[in-house]
């Protein structure tokens, strides 16, 4: 999998103000999907100004809260490399997944 748009590594994870503007998104097979990947996915929701990718998860920081919510409606338990993804407004995170 390809993406063709390249943003920022940095999501904001310190600033209070923009947390609602961030999504998390679970159980992502990260060995097959890349960066560019979730770019290329997350992008039709709105513009994307950061994307981290980790071990297992990502986040995507757009430059509004209502494209967030849109791309957390829209993506989750979409089966991408073989895994459904879960998705969540950032702030909720902590409280599902750990």
Sequence with gaps: MTGKTQTSNVTNKNDPKSINSR??????????????DIEAIFAKYGKIVGCS?????????????????????GENARIIAGQPLGTLPASQKMFTYL
């Design 23 to 36: 999504v998390f998104i679970g159980n992502l097979n990260t060995a097959i999907v890349k960066k560019g």
């Design 53 to 73: 990718v980790h071990k297992g998860y990502a986040f995507v920081q757009y430059m509004s809260e209502r494209h967030a919510r849109a791309a957390v409606a």
